[in-house]
């Protein structure tokens, strides 16, 4: 599904991503951790197609589409989905709104045609009883006067609306509390089926322990430096970072 | 910024100044004009075409004389050129002036001009149940709903009409709240007004369906001078929606209207304006003067509430007032102003507050685009004698790109110590994290900036009659294509 192939980018004149390789096929959960600084939500802006970053090399290869030559749209459209760490605030637009507007925008440019009133309301109801989501919280503005946790929900929400093919969860276990984790850990979880991919940027394990991930990668310094199975992810929280990044840093110095 | 950061969002920039004005188009019907330049035979021609009374035009030579003697105010934060008020027509009204039956004797030609503004008069016939009074240039067309009204003692005319047929309601109130020498434009106004609307509620009747009027200035080169007066008498309850479009013009135009608003003991009135005169092209050519003096009187418990929403004109100077002079009356300003390209806005309210226990809420919402400026301007007034009374005012600006700006000049008098008065100011820009947000969901740049504006003028937007506010979302829009900041 994603083929990322030699990913160098960067803000202006400083490169973050130095040569980034990884393959995420339909059904299967990446997580991807390490430590702060390392790239990690570089990565999923520059998946995204987030413009400040400028890509100097390599591809990123999305169900036979070259994801560089799309606009940040068209690739939501193509179905990427990012949770963002820090979703924004759009005063006086109310979350159904919001999520009407997506859903037939990302319709009508793909030639399906609009959901009815009725049928959207119909999913959304569905949707929040998934994620455990109050009554009244359609009527409320995007992410305005949200506590932390209601923010990554209202994400995670977002995503069970959209249906993408590939979710990337860029920091999503950051501010919660253990009851708000465990609502959106399952929320994702039940999302999760074998035509969908997630990749979970994460920089600590506790939310591994709620999303399985079948890959685990660490990115350090711009570079995966190592990948395995769920296990490394255990071996990451009990030993640290250290001494799998001291062995990468005498390798490229 | 990154270099090819810098340059989409110039080409951005770029693309709002090439966005052009939707609604330029001219309606070829033929006029009746009288030469240009303004003097007392122009005045006398004006009144005689009209048939007018002797006392309309002592009042008019009056107010001409009175024009003389003041001069053009500078003070407003714009810049334009002033008119040659002798190079303006100062009356034209279609020749073909039909007594209708029914509205399919329109003319064809200005009903494929509505057509193309995307206002079926028969719809709006049938659906809308909206009475609509047309001043097509200077001289109302077409008038429906009339018998509706009329049944329930409701006169909704033009004010020519008004002046022929309730002399004695049009002598009472006439310049009552507007004074001929309230200002130059004010005094030009009362000189040369071609047309307008008249409305009158009669004691507690509550007016069964919105009053509309369409304006559209259709002749190159004449000022229209409307004069609206409307009256809601004791008790009673009306809403009254304003719309104007108009083609597009190479020269400047010049629109200087006065409205006047009479709200009795605990009458409600509630005055609904969507403007879009051209604004002149992308390097500021052309485009509509727009000077207008819009005030309104509220007696005991009576309340006034403007909403307005402006995205049109080259220059914009206008104040919708409201002056609180009966005990425990309200007075409302919900406001917003777009400019972009080479746009000038100097907008605001002016709330006096004169009777105990009033109460005033100001939300002003400016949008700035291009290379625009656009200001806010209000005035609160409490005086000695208004105890007790109260003003919310809250006026936010938002900036897209780095070329346009934004002022706010608030004016605060309060001259009694048991009043009460708030202001709040925000200045924002739409951020890229908002509109990458946007992206991200599938939204893509244009439809996000017109989502994030209509949320941030929801409060005002809400305050419009419904059909009125989709009309109103749907100019935001066209004013703003390819604004990016």
């Known amino acids: 599904m994603l083929k990322v192939k030699n990913l ?27 430590p702060n600084g390392s790239g990690k939500s570089t990565l999923a802006s520059v998946i995204a197609g987030k413009e400040e970053y400028e890509v100097v090399e390599g591809n990123i290869d999305f169900e036979g589409d070259d994801l560089l030559e799309l606009s940040p749209e068209e690739r939501a459209q193509k179905g990427v989905f990012l949770s963002f760490q820090y979703p924004v605030e759009i005063p006086g637009i109310s979350v159904s709104n919001f999520i009407k507007t997506s859903i037939s925008e990302q319709r009508k440019a793909t030639g399906m045609k609009p959901m009815t009133t009725k049928d959207l309301l119909k999913m959304m109801r569905d949707k929040m009883e998934l994620l455990n989501i109050k009554n009244g919280y359609l009527s409320r503005n995007m992410n305005e006067g949200f506590s932390g946790g209601e923010k990554k929900r209202n994400e995670i929400f ?16 950051s501010g919660l509390d253990i009851d708000a984790l465990r609502i959106v850990a399952n929320g994702v979880n039940k999302l999760k089926n074998k035509n969908n991919a997630t990749i979970v940027i994460t920089h600590y394990q506790r939310l591994l322990d709620y999303i399985v991930p079948d890959f685990v990668h660490v990115l350090h310094n711009g570079r995966i430096i190592k990948s395995g199975g769920k296990e490394l992810a255990l071996e990451l929280e009990e030993k640290g970072y250290d001494w799998i990044t001291k062995e990468a840093d005498k390798k490229w110095d | 910024m990154s270099e090819k950061k810098k ?75 002033k008119p040659n008020y002798q190079d303006v027509i100062y009356y034209s009204a279609p020749k073909q002036k039909p007594v209708l039956d029914s509205l399919d004797d329109l003319d064809p030609e200005m009903k494929k001009t509505f057509d193309k503004l995307g206002i079926s008069l028969e719809e709006q016939k049938k659906l809308a149940n909206v009475a609509v009074d047309i001043v097509m240039d200077s001289v109302s067309v077409a008038t429906s709903f009339k018998e509706t009204l009329s049944e329930k003692g409701i006169i909704f005319c033009s004010i020519s009409d008004a002046i022929q047929e309730h002399p004695e309601l049009v002598k009472k109130y006439l310049g009552s709240v507007v004074p001929t020498r309230d200002n130059f434009f ?56 304003e719309g104007c479009t108009a ?41 509509v003067f727009n000077f207008v003096t819009k005030r309104g009187i509220c007696y005991k418990n009576a309340k006034i509430s403007w909403t307005q929403v402006e995205t049109g004109s080259a220059v914009t100077w206008k104040y919708p007032s409201c002056i609180l002079k009966g005990d425990n009356s309200i007075g409302e300003f919900f406001s917003v102003a777009v400019t972009n390209n080479f746009q000038q806005a100097d907008t605001g309210t002016k ?8 109460k005033s809420t100001i939300i002003a919402k400016g949008i700035c685009a291009g290379k625009s400026n656009g200001n806010y301007r209000g005035l ?27 002022h706010t000049f608030p004016y605060i008098e309060v001259k009694n110590n048991s009043s009460k008065i708030e202001h709040e100011a925000t200045t ?36 419009l009659p419904m059909e009125f506010a989709v009309e109103a979302q749907k100019l935001l829009e066209i004013s703003l294509e390819g604004s990016v900041g």
Request: charged share 25%; aromatic share 8%.
């Open chain 1, 8 to 34: 160098k980018a960067g803000i202006e004149d400083s490169q973050i991503l130095k040569g980034i390789n990884l393959e995420v096929n339909a059904g299967e959960v990446h997580a991807i951790m390490g």
């Open chain 1, 158 to 173: 977002q995503m069970a609306m959209l249906e993408p093919k590939l979710s990337i969860l860029d920091e999503t276990d």
């Open chain 2, 7 to 81: 340059q989409s969002e110039d080409e951005l920039l770029e693309k709002v100044t090439s966005t052009e004005y939707k609604y330029g188009f001219t309606t070829d019907i033929e006029s009746d004009t009288i030469p240009k330049g303004l003097s007392e035979e122009v005045v006398r021609i004006i009144s005689s075409k009209k048939n007018e009374p002797e006392w309309m035009l002592e009042y008019r030579l009056n107010a001409y004389k009175t024009w003389l003697e003041m001069e053009e105010p500078n003070w407003a934060n714009v810049n334009y050129e």
């Open chain 2, 186 to 241: 004010s005094a030009l106004n009362s000189a040369v007004f071609s047309d307008g609307s008249f409305c009158y509620i009669p004691k507690g009747v509550k007016c069964p369906m919105e009053l509309s009027t369409y304006f559209r200035i259709n002749e190159a080169g004449t000022g229209q001078f409307e004069r609206t007066l409307l009256i809601a008498d004791e008790g009673s309850q009306v809403s009254y929606l």
């Open chain 2, 247 to 287: 083609p597009m013009r190479d020269e400047n135009q010049l629109h200087a209207a006065v409205v006047e608003l009479v709200a009795m003991d605990d009458a409600d009135i509630k005055y609904s304006t969507v403007q879009n005169w051209y604004p002149g092209n992308d390097e500021g050519v052309g485009g």
């Open chain 2, 351 to 358: 709330m006096i507050h004169l009777g105990k226990n009033t």
């Open chain 2, 380 to 406: 609160v007034r409490i005086s000695k004698g208004a105890a007790n009374s109260r003003n919310f005012s809250q006026c936010d600006s938002l900036l897209m790109g780095d070329k346009c700006g934004s």
């Open chain 2, 428 to 463: 924002s820009k739409i951020g890229e994290d908002q509109l990458f947000y946007c992206n991200q969901r599938g939204i893509g740049t244009e439809e996000a900036i017109a989502l994030i504006v209509n949320g941030y003028c929801k409060d005002v937007l809400n305050q």
